[in-house]
């Protein structure tokens, strides 16, 4: 380790991630399913917003907390679907990530534990190292759902936050309503902070999005427009709940990332006047796709949103193993030891074009035969 580098960057790696890249970069014409964005633009009316905010110079620093039209629009639609509460209030952040960062920071003493699900998003282990706090993952093999005694058990006079991710990357599982209630509640009794990503909100295939926020009005909800309008590197996303949390991670943000890029926050305001259920039906039928061609060759729980599926590899195959023979067949997948303490599993993202998939499926069907 170079002399320089602080100790709290040694614990974690993104070697994985990045071999993964630096592997796409070497391929003529691979098949990739690796990757964790929507294959679709961002909206034109979205793009011609930004241009026009960029030419009109609207450029500066914007409100630490946000351009309020964009944050009155949020609170709208929040009180619409879950209803209002006097002590909510909502910050807009850079990207769905700056307010998971946040929320750590300003939520995590060193020591503290923070419970989350495994398999996990993997910025979820690093981003609690990085606030001092004590990762304790709770296993959700074989189904991938949320056993609240379990989480119950695992609760200690430490325990501060719990992290809940549905519909979840890497798995594409959504909680159930019992067990994100049950979760919701036992938050609640507790006084622990549940911390709610719901970047996939818009990606449910089977059933209407679900928030814990429906029985919990503590609940941290972090969402953004990364996934929903394919604006990944725009940079925006918004945090919502108790007001002084909120108010305390603007402060944080005041000094971290100061704002959102201002002429995307006014092209977040025309996204979320646009309908984009066509999207969401294009990448149900993606799923659908998926499903039915890997079934009698590999064990999967049916994915119910956001855009991966997860499933088991092959008996007596390690991940490694798995990639080696996906990379022989110019196919790129994400091992899931990636996202887990298991090597049972790997990721794929359906987030491409009806070829590329078809591409996908066929080989993987190949590699299961041997
Ligand atoms: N949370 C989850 C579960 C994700 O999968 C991702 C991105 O892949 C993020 C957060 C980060 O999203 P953003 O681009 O808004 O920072």
New binding site residues.
């Given amino acids: 380790m170079h002399p320089w580098l602080a100790q709290r960057t040694a614990g974690f790696d993104s070697s994985g991630i990045r071999k993964m890249f630096a592997l796409g970069a070497q391929m003529r014409d691979p098949i990739n399913l690796s990757i ?1 964005q929507p294959d679709f633009p961002v909206p034109a009316a979205v793009k011609d917003e930004i241009c026009r905010n960029v030419q009109a110079d609207r450029n500066g620093y914007t409100a630490t907390e946000g351009i309020l039209d964009l944050r009155k629009k949020l609170e709208g639609l929040i009180d619409t679907q879950w209803g209002h509460h006097p002590n909510r209030r909502l910050m807009v952040s850079s ?4 307010a ?1 960062n946040l929320a750590l920071m300003a939520l995590i003493n060193p020591g503290d534990e923070v419970i989350y699900f495994d398999p996990y ?1 993997v ?1 979820y282990p690093a981003l609690v190292e990085l606030a001092g706090g004590v990762s304790v993952q709770i296993d959700t093999y074989p189904d991938f759902q949320i056993d609240v005694e379990k989480v119950r058990a695992a609760i200690t006079p430490k325990t501060k936050m719990i992290i809940l ?1 549905s519909p979840s ?1 890497p798995t594409g599982v959504c909680c159930s309503e019992e067990a994100m209630r049950g979760l919701a509640l036992l938050a609640q009794e507790k006084n622990i902070c549940l911390v709610s ?1 719901e ?2 909100s818009h990606f449910h295939f089977d059933s209407p999005a679900l928030s814990p926020l429906k029985w919990n009005p503590d609940t941290l909800v972090i969402d ?1 427009f ?2 929903s309008y394919a604006m ?1 590197g725009l ?1 925006v ?1 918004f945090v919502h709940g108790p007001a002084e949390v909120i108010d305390t991670l603007a402060k944080l943000q005041q000094f971290t990332y100061v704002c959102a890029p201002a002429p995307m926050q006014w092209g977040a305001i025309t996204a979320l006047d646009l309908d984009m259920h066509a999207e969401i039906d294009r990448y149900r039928q993606k799923r659908d796709t998926l499903v039915a061609g890997l079934q009698g060759y590999y064990q999967l729980t049916v994915p119910g949103g956001a855009f991966y599926a997860f499933p088991k590899l092959p008996d007596g195959c390690s991940g490694e193993e798995f990639l080696e023979r996906a990379i022989a067949h110019e196919l790129l997948i994400i091992p899931g030891n990636i996202f887990s303490r298991s090597d049972s599993h790997f990721r794929i993202s359906y987030a491409v074009d009806d070829r590329t998939l078809d591409r996908g499926i066929a080989a993987l069907q190949k590699i299961a035969r041997g």
Avoid at 95 to 98: A, F, L
């Fill in positions: 964790g990207g769905t990530s700056g998971l998003f910025m991710n990357n990503d970047i996939y953004g990364s996934k990944t940079r996303g």
